[in-house]
């Protein structure tokens, strides 16, 4: 019976309005921005395919039919929704343009950025020309315009081949002029410039931005907001290039459900957690790595993958990066034939959703070669402690003569400072 109501549930006009409509309406009313409900709405979905998935005496046509639309139904229905009001207003609406908007990040939290880049570059034109350049709407979009740029230009070469600071400091100052300074636009544009700055290894630069947004939006938003999650992100990040891992955690640590995420064993379904919170995961698996806990490190990256695969599917970037950095930790344990299967296997798939020149493909290709470097090199030096020479064992009388002198060396030391200190 549930699965009959669900079937005509998602296969009705309630559907398309729950997505477009109703809990966008409530969420707003919470904090939320458009793309946190647009993501959030992505988990709901995602865990609700994969229960049908495993799902058991249920009808196995009726089951498929809901799978399938479960896939389908964030994108078709924010597809629609534009759809019907350009018809109504018109592709030069203000209407229709904040309904391009909503599919611009709809896309985005589908990881389908290079189709968002498309769309947003349109309707910046439309936008510009209707309602002129510093509409709140128009600033809006070419926002999110130049954020996909930046991250097709990561995916396919380096964000460092194009100098986008100049654009975001621009449109950081005009969104001040329209919004005003503390104004969640104006914040969010920020944080899109401190990102530039990251991408282009800019460290300071962009430290310098983040920590006090992060304490600006902690105290106006308080450390729970969805809104002030990213910018924790990033600074935790930030931190973590520049070595400074202690502080990185101290921050990562303020983000809701991190603990329970990283906890030994886990006790909770990664697929379930916020967006954010599995990217806070990834941070601090890549801060573990860094201080030689490459175990726990190994193991964090293999959640942060299973919950991004189970929630955006085998495009999100965040996967990637993850699966680059497990490697990493698997090679640092002398896992070498793990490793190299792992490599391989995510070079197919990097190979197969972005392209054999993506940035993900070229990083892997890397650190294979130097997974076979470090491999011979061991290796020498394995076959080197076993050789004739290297099984010798030393002369045990004098190496206890020689422990003995440094124990009597100390003793004496000892002796001396105590007696220095009685006088």
């Not at 636009?185 to 991408?199: F, Y």
Request: proline share 3%; with cysteine; charged share 25%.
């Amino acid at each position: 019976m549930q699965l009959g109501l669900l079937h005509q549930f998602l296969n009705s006009t309630c559907s398309f309005s729950w997505i477009t409509t109703f809990y966008r309406y409530f969420s707003l009313k919470r904090g939320e921005s458009h793309g946190t409900i647009l993501s959030a709405q992505q988990i709901i979905l995602a865990n609700l395919q994969r229960k049908l998935e495993t799902a058991e005496g249920v009808d196995a046509v009726v089951s498929k039919r809901c799978i399938d639309k479960c896939r389908r139904l964030l994108l078709e229905s924010t597809q629609d929704s534009l759809r019907i009001e350009r018809f109504h207003s018109g592709p030069a609406a203000q209407a229709t343009l904040e309904k391009t908007l909503r599919l611009v990040e709809c896309y985005c939290a589908s990881s389908e950025i290079k189709v968002a880049q498309e769309v947003a570059s349109e309707a910046f034109e439309t936008a510009k020309t209707s309602l002129g350049p510093l509409h709140p709407l128009s600033l809006q979009i070419e926002r999110v315009k130049l954020y996909t740029q930046a991250k097709c230009l990561e995916k396919s070469s380096s964000v460092a081949s194009l100098d986008m600071t100049t654009d975001f400091i621009r449109l950081v100052q005009q969104h001040v002029e329209v919004y005003g300074t503390d104004h969640m636009e104006t914040i969010g544009c920020r944080h899109d410039l401190a990102l530039i700055h990251l991408s282009r290894f800019e460290y300071i630069e962009a430290r310098q931005i983040l920590e006090p947004l992060h304490k600006r939006t902690m105290e106006k938003l308080g450390r729970t907001s969805s809104r002030t999650h990213p910018i924790a992100n990033s600074l935790a990040a930030c931190a973590n290039m520049q070595g400074d891992y202690d502080y990185a955690e101290s921050i990562l640590y303020t983000i809701p459900g991190l603990p329970e995420a990283a906890a030994e064993p886990l006790e909770i379904d990664i697929t379930t957690m916020p967006r954010q919170t599995l990217h806070a995961l990834s941070i601090l698996a890549a801060v573990l790595g860094a201080k030689d806990e490459d175990r726990k490190s190994e193991v964090l990256h293999q959640r942060v993958i299973d919950g991004f695969t189970a929630q955006v599917g085998p495009k999100a970037w965040r996967i990637y990066e993850s699966a680059i950095n497990k490697g990493q930790a698997l090679r640092d344990q002398f896992k070498y034939d793990e490793a190299r299967k792992h490599y391989l296997e995510w070079i197919t798939k990097a190979d197969q959703n972005f392209g054999v020149d993506s940035q993900y493909s070229r990083k892997m290709q890397k650190r294979l070669i130097d997974l076979e470097v470090r491999e011979k090199k061991w290796n020498e030096m394995s076959e080197g402690l076993r050789s004739p020479s290297a099984q010798n064992p030393p002369d045990l009388r004098k190496l206890h003569g020689y422990r003995m002198g440094v124990v009597i060396f100390i003793l004496v030391l000892v002796s001396s400072i105590w007696i220095c200190s009685l006088r």
